[in-house]
Each structure stands twice: as C-alpha cells, then as structure tokens.
C-alpha cells in the first residue's frame, strides 16, 4: 500500500508536471466504488478548465488545488493506487518483482481518469481559470493517469480538503504536524493496544502503514506486539524520534527505495524468508552476524521484527500511573482506522490535529518549498 513517502512523491510528480498548467480535457471512466460521494461525469465537470494551483498531502490522502469555483479533487490511494504520466511508466511503491509496464498503452488499465494539461499565459494565471487560454497555437500537452488495479482507492471532491473528510478524521502527520513527545506520550501510554495497530491507526498517526510501522519499531527496538500501556518513558522517546526519522529520510530519498539506508528492515521483510528481498546481503546485527527475522499478525497486517533486538516487555516494567487497563471486553483500541470510517467523524483521538493548524502547518510547509 502506497504510504506517506510513496503518496508525497506523486505529490512531487503533481507539483512538478501539473501545477500551473489548465486542465483542457479529462477523460473518464465509471466506476461507482472508486468515484465517493460523485460520479465519474460529476469529477470530469468539476475539474475541466481549471488551472492547477498545487498538489499537497497530508497522511496518505492527496489533493489539489484548483483556480476557479468549485471543488477540488481528493484521492485516498489505496492499496494500488498511483499516478502515472503518459510516456512514462507508473511508479510503485516498490518495484521488485513486479511485471513491467507497458508505457505505450495509453490510457493504461485500471484507468480512472486521465487529466489532459496544457501551459497557460503567465499573466492569466490569476484570473478566472474558465478564461485561461494556452499558450502559443500548439502548447505540449501533459496527460496524467490515476489508476487503480484493485479499486481500493477513493476519488473525492471536497470544498475545503483540509477541514472536511477524510483529512479532517486523521490524527498528526510525522512531517507536517508532529505534537510534542509529553503529547504523544499521553495519547500512547493510556491506550493498551499492541503498538504496531496504534501506529496503523490513520486517526492516531496519518501516513503511517505497515512498512513504516514496522520500520519505526525496529529502529526503535520496540517488539510489534508490545502492548502501549506496558511501554517505558524511554522507549516511547525512542518510537517518537524514529516516527519522524522514518518518513523524512524515506522523503528526501524520494521514496525510492533503493536508496534507503542499507541497515533498513525495509531491505530484507519481504518474503518472509522465501526471497532475500530487496538486498542480496542479510540484515546484519550491531554485533556483524546475520539478523533472525520473524513475522507476526498485528492490527491485521502482517508485522516483521528482529528476534534479537525487539523484546516483548512485561506489565509491570514500565511507569503505568496514566495507563488505561484493557476492558472486559477486550477492547484494545478507541480510534478507528481511515479505511473503515463512513465518513463522519469519529471521536476525535487525543493526538488529532485541529483543521486550523493543520491548514497552518501547510501553508508553513509550501512556502518553505518556494525558498
């Protein structure tokens, strides 16, 4: 599943191909699960002859910004979404393995739509986007494909991105909107879920899927399963700092994963044990001998760990006076993830960012990308 740096990196695509240009014409296909809240003619209206004034992310979910009245396009990616852009192959998450795209189908499969960009005149950048004219008698086209193989993405298009659903359900992003550790540590050592299903949870930490939870744990020293209430002062710094080591090194890179650093986990947890993964050297141990590594079933995903270096810590080792004891029931969480939410909003987890700072913390962070 594509997570925060594979989602920022199609933002990057979307700022660096589109963003300026008028959409001049969209293509696109029906599908009734996919287009939420609209239907595929509805987007095509609601887009078509608009400029793109700019493409941000918050947690996994991506949007643009388009000049003109209207709404503007939200996309929740999924397992398989991605974009791609014509002449050009997709790119995934992560490509070992995977079958070759064929970049001279156009449209590609699993098209849901295709928006068709041209330049416009500077000068008319900030007039009515219905009014924009291209420039020149023959401007070169940008054609930009969101596809989506197993039609698990969601296609929105809201008024006001950051204040309304699905962004306005989720918790802090790693980048954009990181609370203090005091705050973090509150909102972790009162639940008694594994850490790894609080971790995934999109209304605690937006972004964070099952590789860079797994990825945090282990630089972090944390066992999957350890439960929040049992954790240590010391060991939630340590999840804290790597929540935002994580995510940031993996976007400076890119989200290209050959690039990662060769001490990642994410290197060698594919397979389980079948493949060497994406590295043809084991993970090695600060003590040079090969890593065990193991896999359990956490939160519902399929969790990798270091058997050497990530322990399971008993209850009563860590400092529990604001710990939440877990119910009769066996309650293990109080948040709800992004995937299953109706759309309204749940009650709002103690880490979750307010639409006021959350709109501030990226305002700060596009005019940091302007100097």
Same mark, same amino acid.
């Given at each position: ?25 969209? =293509? ?27 493409? %941000? ?11 003109? /009245? ?13 974009? %791609? ?21 156009? &449209? &590609? ?80 050592? /009162? ?37 929040? $209430? ?32 060769? $001490? ?10 079948? /493949?060497?993964? $994406? ?39 860590? $400092? ?19 995937? =299953? ?31």
């Amino acid at each position: 599943m594509p997570e925060l740096p594979e989602v920022e990196r199609a933002a990057k695509v979307l700022r660096d191909m589109a963003k300026g240009k008028r959409i001049e014409s969209v =293509e696109t296909f029906e599908d009734a699960i996919v287009f939420s809240g609209t239907t595929h003619e509805g987007f095509k209206n609601a887009v078509i002859g608009r400029v793109v004034a700019d493409a %941000q992310r918050y947690g996994k979910v991506l949007y643009m910004t388009l000049g003109g /009245k209207g709404k503007h396009p939200v996309l929740h990616f999924g397992m398989t979404g991605v974009l %791609q852009v014509r002449g050009n192959a997709p790119t995934y998450y992560r490509e070992n393995g995977r079958k070759k795209a064929n970049v001279d189908e156009w &449209p &590609p499969r699993f098209t849901k739509f295709v928006l068709r960009l041209v330049p416009v005149d500077a000068t008319e950048a900030s007039s009515s986007a219905n009014s924009l004219t291209a420039v020149g008698d023959s401007p070169s086209p940008t054609e930009i494909a969101f596809l989506d193989p197993r039609r698990l993405a969601r296609i929105r298009l809201c008024s006001s991105p950051l204040t309304e659903a699905p962004i306005s359900e989720l918790g802090f992003d790693p980048i954009l909107s990181m609370p203090p550790l005091e705050t973090f540590a509150a909102a972790v050592h /009162k639940r008694s879920c594994p850490i790894k299903a609080l971790l995934l949870d999109q209304s605690f930490s937006a972004g964070v899927g099952n590789w860079v939870a797994d990825e945090i744990l282990y630089h972090a020293r944390v066992h999957p399963e350890q439960r929040c $209430n049992t954790l240590s002062n010391e060991q939630i710094k340590e999840i804290y700092e790597k929540t935002i080591y994580v995510p940031r090194t993996a976007v400076d890179v890119n989200a290209d994963d050959s690039l990662f650093p060769d $001490n990642w986990l994410f290197k060698h947890r594919w397979g389980k044990g079948k /493949k060497k993964g $994406n590295s043809d050297v084991p993970l090695l141990l600060p003590s040079g001998e090969a890593a065990t590594i193991k896999w359990v079933t956490v939160g519902g995903r399929t969790s990798a760990f270091v058997v050497e270096l990530q322990f399971m810590r008993k209850k009563g080792q860590a $400092n529990l006076e604001s710990a939440e004891v877990e119910d009769d029931a066996g309650n293990e969480s109080d948040l709800t993830p992004l995937e =299953e939410s109706s759309g309204e909003s749940s009650k709002p987890a103690s880490t979750r960012v307010s639409p006021r700072k959350r709109k501030a913390c990226l305002v700060l962070t596009s005019q940091a990308r302007l100097h």
